[in-house]
């Protein structure tokens, strides 16, 4: 989720930095915001700001 969110919001950007196809990144993205139950764009600093904390932490990653 991080890279989409660095190449703001570019499927085709963030699937070269992580070496998958853009379809995959697409269906992560839909996965994460099912979870969430909104569109990433909605709060996006809180969401950017919680992936930073969970970094730090050293939990698991989307």
Do not use: P
């Amino acid at each position: 989720m991080q890279a989409y969110l660095d190449t703001r919001g570019s499927l085709g950007d963030a699937a070269a930095r992580l070496h998958v196809h853009k379809n995959t990144v697409h269906y992560r993205i839909r996965k994460a915001e099912d979870v969430l139950g909104h569109s990433l764009a909605v709060n996006r600093v809180e969401t950017e700001v919680a992936l930073r904390i969970c970094e730090q932490l050293g939990l698991e990653r989307l």
